[in-house]
């Protein structure tokens, strides 16, 4: 069976990722089961080249096939913050997602609602010899300022879908995997996969 490495340590994606690419044949592997412990600096200034950084990387390292993504929250009412910095985006050391979902919303205090967002997901997918493809994802909802839901991770529990009256936290996890902006953009990928995999 063909190996795809999966190119991140952050158990939430992790986890999505199993979800979404488990039907395709591949096997599916992470880092530490190779021994894998790179810290790829994300200092690109576009998701794609985050994306593509961790998936060159990983690539190099193992050998193997290689799948990563950068994504991150764009709020209208913050000019697309905080975007690239998602990730990093409260001052405090040692932040952690409730850190961040509370300065998030500091900052939109004084802005009318309704906050419109979206997440943004961009996938890479690097071979050993140097081929890169990408693929990508959104999806549109807006911010409130209560959380909501127990599921997902980041800034799930106050990014709300008013079509579905639900926030991303509150998705069933088969739900998440058709409308989520990582979901869309591994869908996007996976004809890609399947040139790169010839499966």
């Known amino acids: ?23 395709l044949g591949l096997e599916l592997v992470m880092p530490r089961q190779l ?78 609602r309704p906050w419109l967002a979206h997440f943004h997901a961009t996938v890479a997918i690097a071979t050993p010899d140097g081929e890169l493809r990408f693929a990508d994802g959104n999806c549109y909802g807006e911010i409130i300022p209560e959380e909501r839901g127990t599921g997902g991770f980041g800034y799930d529990p106050i990014f709300f879908i008013p079509n579905l009256g639900l926030t991303m936290a509150e998705l069933g996890m088969d739900e998440k995997n058709r409308l989520s902006h990582r979901a869309l953009a591994v869908q996007n990928a996976i004809p890609i996969m399947g040139e790169i995999f010839r499966v």
Do not use: C, W
């Not at 193997?64 to 009412?77: H, T």
């Open 1 to 23: 069976m063909p190996k795809l490495l999966i190119a991140t340590e952050n158990q939430g994606k992790i986890h999505e990722l199993q979800e979404l690419l488990g039907g």
């Open 35 to 112: 021994g894998l412990n790179l810290n790829v600096i994300e200092d690109g200034q576009t998701y794609e080249e985050n994306a593509a950084k961790k998936a060159r990387a990983f690539a190099a390292a193992s050998g193997l096939i290689s799948l990563a993504d950068d994504s991150g929250l764009e709020v209208q009412a913050l000019n697309g913050a905080p975007g690239l910095y998602s990730a990093r985006y409260s001052p405090k050391p040692g932040a952690t997602d409730a850190d961040r979902r509370a300065y998030l919303l500091e900052n939109l205090r004084e802005q009318p």
